[in-house]
């Protein structure tokens, strides 16, 4: 469908709420396509959520395909709606965001998740994810909450310069 700008802090969209999705109808599959085209043309992108791209939607992208810290691996997916419905954890580590470029962070997140949403197809889907996986689901979760990593991050201290974005 199409690759869309990814918005970048202070953009109001990325600090508040998004809506739940109505319907999985043509502009949710749109979107599904937009959140997926979008995150493959990113360089290093794990995973997109519907505010970034100006939509304030609760929908989002994952995929942590070959990524040397994943180890769980649902593939490359879709989730409108999606929920925690159990969570052990956390693990601080190092995030970055393709909204605050500039910026890594320290963040706790918890290290296993199980997770509902629905698919671009209208189905229910429940996911058990774990490790970096788990950590890209939550990141994106937080951003359909208008929250950013830098809301989650250990102390102030805990913020750093990237020092390379590829």
């Keep these: 469908m199409a690759v869309r700008p990814v918005l970048r802090l202070p953009e109001p969209v990325l600090k508040q709420p998004a809506k739940a999705v109505d319907r999985i109808d043509d502009a949710a599959r749109a979107l599904a396509q937009d959140l997926l085209d979008t995150m493959r043309v990113s360089p290093a992108c794990v995973g997109l959520a519907a505010p970034q791209i100006g939509v304030s939607l609760r929908a989002f992208a994952v995929d942590v395909t070959g990524h040397k810290k994943a180890r769980s691996c649902h593939g490359e997916l879709v989730l409108f709606n999606p929920e925690i ?42 996911l058990q ?22 809301d989650r991050v250990t102390s102030s201290d805990a913020v750093f310069k990237r020092k390379v974005y590829r």
């Design 85 to 126: 419905l159990l969570a052990h954890g956390p693990v601080v580590a190092r995030e970055g965001c393709m909204s605050v470029p500039d910026l890594t962070g320290d963040v706790p997140r918890a290290t296993r998740l199980v997770v509902r949403g629905i698919t671009p197809e209208g189905d229910d889907r429940v």
């Design 129 to 150: 994810v774990d490790a970096f996986e788990a950590r890209a689901f939550l990141h994106e979760l937080d951003h359909l909450d208008g929250l950013l990593f830098l």
